[in-house]
């Protein structure tokens, strides 16, 4: 505080440690206790990171030294400034004009032009901004005259080629400014799509389908930080054919930039879609945030419903927390449950295929009453007998999740909407507006019912059925499966858990990975899986280390498992590439499918029985689904599983039908929501009630078998034509039929939704855990 006080103070103590040496040892231990609590002052503060030295010069105030300055050079600003260049320029043409002058002055002039220095300036100006100008000369001027004028010609030509090319290039430089600042897509009531990956292409055509199911018109927008004809030739190669009436426009810019948002109209946009961008989870998550974070930034904010990609279980919650109207989806669980399904259930699984989809087959509608012309029904057998284009699965209460499979007599309110299985939404507004009358519908019921046969009466109740009858009718046995999974990607801890749902007690699952750096199969936990140890309840699992693409790997697994029911191929989704991924996934799906035909009999021979496991090859990238169209001779032997069409699937419904989205996930998780499952026609028939339904026909009427079907509280969605156990369950023989027309036979399997768990007798849980199965 006192500098000169404290100077003068030391000096005295200097001068008396001499003379009083009581006195200088007080001096001295005070300035110890000075320095002491100096340095224990310094040592708390370096307690805190970040804090600045106190020794460090930005704690003294030091005066700025004006005397360095940074100025242009000339070259610098004549080359390096517009305004320097502009007078470049001009002082160039003044330079040449004087030149021309002096030169025509020198030449002495000629008749039209004289050599005054008027004149001369007047014709050099005249040649240097017009090239034409020479022309007038005559031919019998002097050469030298002919001379200056072509040379000022020439030069003025070139100086006006590149002052014309400079202002020309100011002002697209000024449009373009003003396109970027300014440019915006007008639009209202479109479908925003945000960011590119493999998914893009299939969730541009799952929209397209399911606004044409709905009779909508589709306007999508898609923005990403790509350049736009890359993307217009991606779109041009997959959509071959036309788009069905809908409108596809790109914009490059930034999703998680409020300015491109705004550009894009965000704000009026119907729905907005978030695909997470190509490389590691963390990143991609991140991404989602971003642009999530700057949707809740724009000054007006989005009323649409957003949905955004999610990597994880545990990061979708991250999503809905930034905005109420965002919600983070994770359809990779409900995919792997499909292949799960596909693999052990091939027939359930090709129906979930089918219902998560808007592209082909008929689909899972949530209506009201009035939207599905009955406005006045009271009961949900009511509302079925109205609808004659759909089949009624499910109701679902307002502000409530729904409810599958409900009896008839379940009273309905007008705020009640019904889930309908349909192959479209505008199928079932023309079929409803032209049913015919109730008396019409009723005389063709009692003249038409079954062939060569009368009304049948419905008498045995569901608790009649013994064990041995539920045994006899369900399609096939309840045996032990084996199953063969080539790779192992990062997901196949996940895989693992859901096949111990789905597999019978005692049965085996084989893995051939490759090695890893311990002995042990490529990211395999050691913890989780070890190598040695069953950890599942129903099935024990083998793993068998070597190359997913190697001859003898394949056939030594093949060989191992001769009475294996099916073979998945797993792309390994570890790979930045899906396309090389998905390239390495074919290569030895090909290898396998060449053993399975003896083509290696070296190596594997076929059973001589003529059995066959179903050989499943997943896919991602939509390069390879027009590679191997329907068809290909590849796909008659070889399911591809398109697990990325699946996600957007689950996508478009989650954004255009979030009751369908959620009922699906419930009925692929083994909860008391309901069961999907297959089961033989005989199931629900007597015999005297086959004999009475059918005749001497063996068919019975697809809507009697419906009635009957839902007297016993479950719901008829479809048939299949029965097949020999371990035989592949086409997409295509899958007949979902929500019009309930033709006949059914009796060695037919039905596909049907089933009661709660808790609602069903003993008989019916015994039949489900078996039919289920298949």
């Not at 000075?34 to 224990?40: E, F, L, M, V």
């Not at 004289?114 to 050099?124: D, N, P």
């Not at 009368?454 to 539920?470: G, I, M, N, Y």
């Not at 050989?615 to 390069?623: A, H, K, R, W």
């Amino acid at each position: 505080r006192h500098p000169r006080r404290m100077d003068g103070v030391a000096s005295a103590e200097t001068s008396t440690c001499a003379h009083s040496p009581s006195r200088g040892r007080y001096i001295v231990s005070r300035s110890m206790r000075r320095s002491r609590s100096i340095a224990a002052l310094e040592q708390s503060q370096a307690l805190h990171f970040g804090l600045l030295d106190v020794h460090s010069k930005l704690h003294v105030k030091v005066g700025f030294d004006n005397t360095i300055r940074v100025r242009w050079t000339f070259g610098g600003w004549l080359l390096g400034t517009k305004r320097g260049q502009v007078l470049g320029l001009i002082g160039i043409a003044l330079l040449l004009l004087f030149f021309g002058t002096c030169a025509w002055v020198l030449a002495g002039g000629n008749s039209q032009y004289g050599s005054e220095w008027y004149a001369a300036f007047w014709f050099s100006w005249c040649v240097f901004s017009d090239p034409g100008t020479q022309m007038g000369l005559s031919a019998g001027e002097r050469a030298l005259v002919k001379v200056i004028a072509v040379t000022l010609s020439v030069i003025g030509f070139l100086y006006n080629l590149v002052t014309m090319s400079f202002m020309v290039e100011m002002v697209r430089v000024r449009l373009e400014r003003w396109r970027r600042e300014r440019y915006r897509f007008v639009a209202n009531d479109h479908t925003l799509l945000l960011g590119w990956n493999t998914k893009s292409l299939y969730i541009i055509e799952e929209l397209i389908h399911s606004a044409a199911n709905r009779g909508l018109h589709m306007s999508v927008v898609v923005m990403a930080d790509r350049d736009i004809n890359v993307l217009q030739q991606e779109i041009d190669r997959h959509f071959r054919s036309s788009l069905k009436g809908a409108s596809v426009r790109l914009f490059q810019g930034s999703p998680s930039e409020c300015a491109d948002l705004q550009r894009v109209c965000a704000v009026s946009a119907r729905e907005i879609i978030i695909l997470g961008q190509q490389g590691p989870a963390l990143q991609a998550h991140l991404a989602t945030v971003r642009s999530i974070v700057a949707l809740a930034a724009l000054p007006e904010q989005p009323k649409g419903p957003i949905i955004a990609e999610a990597n994880s279980p545990e990061t979708h919650t991250t999503i809905s927390a930034v905005l109420d109207n965002a919600a983070g989806i994770y359809a990779k669980d409900a995919v792997r449950r499909v292949l799960c399904l596909t693999a052990a259930r091939p027939a359930i699984g090709s129906v979930f295929q089918s219902l998560m989809s808007w592209i082909k087959g008929s689909e899972i509608y949530c209506e009201s009453l009035e939207a599905l012309g009955v406005p006045t029904a009271r009961s949900i057998g009511e509302a079925q007998r109205g609808i004659t284009a759909g089949i009624v699965i499910g109701v679902r209460p307002r502000d409530e999740f729904a409810v599958m499979s409900p009896p008839d007599d379940r009273a309905l309110t007008p705020t009640d909407r019904l889930l309908v299985l349909a192959e479209s939404a505008t199928e079932i507004e023309a079929l409803q507006s032209t049913r015919p009358s109730r008396m019409l519908r009723m005389l063709d019921r009692r003249l038409c019912m079954t062939r060569g046969s009368t009304t049948p009466t419905w008498s045995r109740a569901c608790s009649s059925f013994t064990a041995d009858e539920v045994k006899h009718c369900v399609f096939g046995a309840c045996e032990p499966q084996t199953l063969i999974l080539v790779g192992w990607p990062l997901c196949m801890d996940n895989i693992l858990m859901l096949l111990d749902e789905y597999l019978v007690p005692n049965s085996t699952v084989i893995v051939l990975a490759e090695m890893g750096p311990q002995g042990r199969p490529r990211r395999v936990s050691p913890i989780a899986f070890p190598v040695g140890a069953n950890k599942f309840e129903n099935y024990e699992l083998l793993i068998k280390t070597g190359s997913t693409r190697n001859v003898d790997a394949l056939a030594d697994v093949l060989v191992h498992a001769p009475d294996a029911c099916a073979v998945v191929v797993l792309t390994d989704d570890s790979q930045a590439d899906e396309t090389l991924a998905d390239s390495v996934c074919l290569a030895a799906t090909i290898t396998i499918d060449a053993l399975l035909k003896g083509k290696y009999p070296s190596h594997f021979k076929p059973r001589e029985d003529g059995h066959r496991p179903r050989l499943i090859c997943d896919v991602q990238s939509p390069v390879v689904e027009r590679a191997l169209p329907d068809s290909h001779k590849l796909r008659e032997t070889v399911m591809f599983f398109p697990s990325s069409a699946l996600e957007t699937g689950l996508f478009t419904m989650a954004s255009a039908e979030t009751p369908v989205y959620n009922s699906l996930l419930f009925l692929l998780q083994n909860n008391a929501f309901g069961d999907l499952g297959v089961a033989l026609v005989r199931v629900y028939f007597s015999a005297e009630e086959l004999a009475e339904a059918a005749g001497q026909t063996e068919e019975i009427r697809y809507d009697v078998c419906f009635e009957k079907v839902r007297s016993r509280g479950d719901v008829l969605l479809g048939k299949l034509p029965r097949r020999e156990s371990g035989e592949n369950v086409p997409d295509h023989e899958i007949e979902l039929n929500p019009r309930r027309e033709g006949f059914v036979g009796v060695d037919d399997h039905l596909i049907v939704i089933s009661r709660a768990a808790e609602e069903r007798c003993e008989e019916c849980a015994a039949l489900w855990l078996c039919s289920a199965l298949r």
